[in-house]
């Protein structure tokens, strides 16, 4: 049987040019019931059917990089004020909840209540978070991403 990765493949390569670009569109738009959009600047780097389906996989089927690295950023990550005063100006996280997290006293309790926080449960919010990190922490995520899973 073939994976996810094939079929969807084989039913973008199907598809015209102006139609794959028209799938492109709504995908950004979140035009489908219960699927987040994909944020429009990651699709416009998807120039082709494969890359749409590569994006589209990782997205949508496989663990977000956040998600499998989750346990490791909890405990690794130290310093998390810099990390929250850029997810609350990038409205990822409210100002209430900005303050709940930094009533905690430890970096580990902070990342873990981070974690369960609603703001970086959506996708928008755990590329948003991933930005951060590689800003901030680039040697941590550098790490994870050398330590063989994406």
Same mark, same amino acid.
């Given at each position: 049987?073939?994976?996810?990765?094939?079929?969807?493949?084989?039913?973008?390569?199907?598809?015209?040019?102006?139609?794959?670009?028209?799938?492109?569109?709504?995908?950004?738009? !979140?035009?489908?019931? !219960?699927?987040?959009?994909?944020? %429009?600047?990651?699709?416009?780097?998807?120039? $082709?059917?494969?890359?749409?389906?590569?994006?589209?996989?990782?997205?949508?089927?496989?663990?977000?990089?956040?998600?499998?690295?989750?346990?490791?950023?909890?405990?690794?990550?130290?310093?998390?004020?810099?990390?929250? $005063? %850029?997810?609350?100006?990038?409205?990822?996280?409210?100002?209430?909840?900005?303050?709940?997290?930094?009533?905690?006293?430890?970096?580990?309790? %902070?990342?873990?209540?981070?974690? $369960?926080? !609603? !703001?970086?449960?959506?996708?928008?919010?755990?590329?948003?978070?991933?930005?951060?990190?590689?800003?901030?922490?680039?040697?941590?995520?550098?790490?994870?991403? $050398?330590?063989?899973?994406?």
């Amino acid at each position: 049987m073939a994976n996810h990765l094939t079929l969807l493949l084989e039913i973008l390569n199907d598809l015209e040019s102006e139609k794959l670009d028209e799938f492109k569109l709504h995908l950004s738009k !979140g035009a489908l019931k !219960g699927i987040e959009p994909i944020p %429009r600047g990651r699709l416009q780097k998807a120039l $082709d059917a494969s890359a749409i389906a590569g994006l589209m996989t990782e997205l949508y089927i496989d663990q977000h990089f956040i998600d499998k690295h989750r346990v490791r950023l909890i405990d690794t990550i130290s310093t998390v004020d810099p990390i929250l $005063d %850029r997810l609350m100006s990038k409205n990822t996280i409210t100002q209430e909840n900005y303050r709940h997290i930094r009533s905690y006293r430890t970096s580990t309790q %902070r990342m873990r209540e981070l974690f $369960d926080l !609603g !703001g970086i449960s959506t996708l928008i919010g755990k590329d948003c978070l991933y930005d951060v990190l590689m800003e901030l922490e680039p040697l941590v995520m550098e790490e994870l991403k $050398d330590a063989g899973v994406k």
